[in-house]
């Protein structure tokens, strides 16, 4: 068998294995807060989950196309293959750690550091596309911020609205109506986050010369949709915690406000086709939620130990995938 054909085949795999991994690594925060409210068991909340991933990630293809593009040129890539499986094993093996010890990082930072890490200790930073990734870059650093807004915001209204209803009665609406906004964010979640392995796998058959086109593939798109529905399946429960409980005492109203602001910040991301970490936005929304409950609610010692995972992360994947991508580099 071609040997470019064995490393596509292998580049595949490792992308799929990224993108279940992703499922229950970032799967959990989508359903977080209404398995922490009691909206919904566990395992419903799951398999609700896998299956709402599935469809957004058949919907959009545009985030996809700007991993494919916009971090590095496809079709100038230099030693491509090498690069891309540099990139994919960096960022699974940071998942994998942040997975292990609970913290939700951003896959979106991993794969994109790993990505941008690999080209250069390829080709130097000249084989970064400036323009492309900056745009990348942005978007990831304003969304948590937009969201802390976007949560702030909405939950000051909720209690405006709701402020002579009583609480028990309220939360106990709330909790039906969570539902379905845990369906709503995991729906957004499959919408932006699949896409990125999408845009890896046809990153890989473009530089090697398997197709011509930044479109994605039909397979692509159905592997990647299995891919991450199954993942979610298997859930996170060290991120649920975390997300659902360590950030601030969560109720059905809170995780309402939570869910419709993160959901609505990353469909926005997924429209003008920019990846964005789910994370970080749903991590942020429940930060801006807490903070307008009562500031002193929030467990700011969390959500510090957060950011500075959040901060790190990129570096750390970019060196990693560069000193991976150097010793693959001896053997392909």
């Known amino acids: ?103 939700p990082s951003s896959s979106s930072h991993a794969i994109i550091g790993s990505i941008a890490g690999a080209a250069i200790a390829a080709a130097g930073f000249g084989a970064i596309h400036f323009e492309g990734f900056m745009k990348i870059i942005f978007a990831l650093l304003f ?18 609205i709701f402020k002579n209803n009583n609480l028990t009665k309220t939360n106990k609406r709330f909790r039906y109506l969570q539902i379905g906004t845990a369906a709503l964010q995991a729906y957004s979640h499959g919408t932006n986050d699949a896409q990125k392995a999408m845009g890896i796998i046809t990153l890989a058959l473009i530089a090697n010369g398997f197709v011509t086109s930044t479109d994605i593939p039909f397979w692509v798109q159905v592997s990647c949709a ?20 360590n950030i601030m005492k969560i109720r059905p109203i809170n995780g309402v406000a939570a869910d419709v602001s993160s959901a609505a910040i990353i469909f926005g991301a997924t429209f003008i086709h920019l990846p964005v970490s789910t994370t970080h936005v749903i ?18 010692t969390t959500a510090q130990r957060m950011i500075i995972t959040w901060i790190i992360t990129m570096p750390i994947a970019a060196t990693l995938a560069g000193v991976i991508y150097l010793i693959l580099n001896l053997f392909f």
Request: aromatic share 10%; glycine share 10%.
């Open 1 to 103: 068998m071609d040997t470019l054909l064995i490393i596509t085949v292998i580049i595949v795999v490792l992308a799929l294995s990224f993108d279940f991994i992703n499922g229950f690594h970032d799967t959990a925060n989508a359903i977080a807060t209404a398995v922490s409210t009691k909206a919904l068991k566990p395992r419903h909340a799951i398999l609700m989950a896998a299956i709402m991933n599935f469809v957004g990630a058949m919907t959009f293809t545009g985030v996809a196309k700007t991993i494919t593009k916009d971090i590095v040129d496809p079709f100038t890539l230099d030693n491509g293959s090498v690069v891309i499986m540099a990139a994919l094993i960096s960022a699974i093996a940071w998942n994998l750690v942040t997975w292990y010890y609970g913290i």
């Open 283 to 300: 991590s942020s929304a429940i930060m801006g939620v807490g903070a307008s409950h009562r500031v002193k609610g929030v467990k700011w």
């Open 226 to 245: 299995t891919a991450m529905g199954l993942g979610t399946s298997v859930g996170g429960w060290r991120i649920i915690k975390t997300v659902g409980g």
């Open 143 to 160: 969304s948590p911020v937009i969201a802390f807004v976007v949560g702030y915001t909405v939950y000051s209204i909720f209690k405006v």
